[in-house]
């Protein structure tokens, strides 16, 4: 761990030099495959000729190539043979994406990040007693593809499950084979019959499917605190979504001072980001586990301006789509997150939302990091606290202006929902001038609508369309109504 720790001090000091090396690197590896050969890589001598040749990429546009995959063509996107298949969200044409893990992104990038998370971590623990008992993970499930007997498709977190060397193994609970259960209810009761036992350390997996572990831990022992049921609990691993909401819920589930929050940026298409500092002031973008980094400001995005920049032309405090090339064989892809950079030396990141997660139906780009910054804010002036939330537009219509609706699942209300909207719409009219610009005298944008839901409302919903747990998890702001008028349609039959 200490050696790598040199290794990444490496990357924070020549940052420019290590993405161009990485960059080569994959160009070179890449120029015999179906896809080298396609755009010419033997002639690619610099990163200009790359951007000038090869286009944007979407799972759209690259589904053939990764369908030839699937049925066990060799060397399309990448050199060798791909095995494994992360299922992630689908397309508006697909119910699910399938995104290529090779075993170079497995092992230089996913599994290289895990290393690095405990490397960072025992750095700026060096008393830590982690490995003094079990880790308790909640991941996906795995099914076998049926493309092909000799390869699999899952949650990329139960790919990693699969694929965890013996040694790591041994310091997890449960048995893999219960992680790895299909059924989520099932699933949950199982993990924490087996779990309540044990000497947790580590928690690790998606901030609001794990408190639903935690709290049905809590039910079957009949303890106040999960700190009475595994005193030496020291470290939760988050990540999936803003765990902002979540915090102090987890405080006072949890309940021990000396707990440690720790985020990372793990997704199907490469492991991104870590953090390396106990405050928060974003995750270390990981600059050499095979990923070539792009990035669109998101104010040109919007406008159908594609132009992509570099690393080296980043600023602070700018929503980005980020666009990799990696060694799992994406090209130019654009994975639909967006980030905002919170330093440029060392480059840290923050994730902002998805490029599509925004409501732009008035001019007011509001972004998901406005509203989990606002939200926070309300709740902090009303002791409220949030379980999920979803909002949408409100379109313009002879009668009245247009607003935005919010549904939200609140673990505890606020005494009064008026001076919560009021809070609400005050801090996001602070942090967003077009929001406020839009807002003025109501001409455009009406105060926000509220409407709280009763509970298991998202997780009933989540459970209609078959996406319990995993990665799985409630959109936060849409930019249409489809999915809020599926919400309050549910609601009202209920």
């Known amino acids: 761990m200490k050696k790598r720790i040199y290794q990444i001090e490496f990357f924070l000091k020549y940052p420019h030099e290590v993405q161009s090396d990485w960059f080569r690197k994959l160009i070179f590896n890449a120029q015999n495959t179906e896809w080298g050969k396609r755009y010419g890589y033997h002639s690619i001598n610099s990163y200009e000729d790359f951007k000038g040749r090869v286009p944007l990429q979407d799972y759209e546009s690259l589904k053939p190539f990764i369908l030839d995959i699937k049925q066990g063509k060799h060397n399309v996107l990448w050199p060798g043979e791909v095995k494994w298949f992360a299922k992630s969200s689908g397309t508006s044409n697909d119910k699910s994406k399938f995104i290529p893990i090779t075993q170079e992104s497995l092992e230089e990038c996913h599994f290289k990040g895990g290393k690095d998370l405990l490397a960072l971590y025992f ?14 993970s909640l991941g996906g499930s795995h099914k076998i593809n049926s493309f092909s007997n000799d390869s699999y498709y899952g949650d990329l ?15 997890q609970t449960p048995d893999i084979s219960v992680s790895l259960m299909d059924e989520w209810e099932s699933k949950i009761q199982k993990m924490a019959e087996i779990t309540k036992d044990a000497n947790v350390t580590c928690l690790a997996g998606v901030p609001s499917w794990t408190m639903v572990l935690l709290k049905r831990v809590l039910e079957l022992t009949g303890k106040k605190t999960i700190h009475d049921v595994w005193p030496e609990l020291e470290l939760f691993v988050h990540g999936g979504v803003s765990f902002t909401p979540y915090r102090s819920q987890f405080e006072q589930l949890i309940q021990n001072p000396k707990m440690n929050y720790l985020e990372t ?3 199907s298409e490469g492991f991104f980001g870590i953090q390396d500092q106990n405050i928060n002031e974003g995750m270390l973008l990981m600059l050499d586990y095979g990923i070539f ?13 594609l132009n992509a920049i570099s690393l080296d032309q980043v600023e602070l405090n700018v929503n980005y789509a980020v666009v990799i090339t990696s060694n799992g064989g994406l090209w130019r892809y654009l994975i639909g997150d967006t980030v905002m950079f919170t330093s440029v030396n060392p480059y840290r990141i923050k994730v902002s939302g998805r490029t599509t997660g925004f409501i732009n139906a008035f001019g007011e780009e509001l972004m ?42 609140f673990s505890h209300s606020p005494d009064n929902l008026d001076q919560f909207v009021s809070l609400l719409d005050e801090a996001l009219k602070k942090l967003n001038s077009d929001y406020e610009a839009k807002r003025y005298n109501n001409m455009a944008l009406s105060k926000p609508m509220l409407r709280a839901v009763p509970e298991k409302t998202f997780y009933n919903w989540l459970k209609s369309k078959n996406k319990l747990g995993g990665q799985h998890k409630v959109p936060r702001l849409n930019n249409d109504r489809r999915i809020i008028d599926e919400i309050l349609q549910q609601i009202e039959t209920v």
């Open 123 to 136: 750095n700026s623990n060096p008393e830590s007693k982690l490995f003094g008992g079990k880790t308790l």
């Open 157 to 171: 977190s139960s790919i990693l499950m699969q694929n965890l060397p013996f040694w790591i193994q041994m310091f």
């Open 265 to 267: 940026y793990n997704a």
């Open 293 to 305: 980094y792009e990035f669109i400001p998101m104010s040109a995005y919007v406008q159908g301006d």
């Open 368 to 409: 998901i990091s406005n509203a989990e910054k606002a939200l926070n804010i309300a709740c902090s002036e009303t002791g409220a606290s949030i379980r999920d939330y979803t909002a949408a537009p409100v379109y313009m219509s002879n009668r009245s202006e247009g607003a935005h609706e919010w549904l939200i699942e």
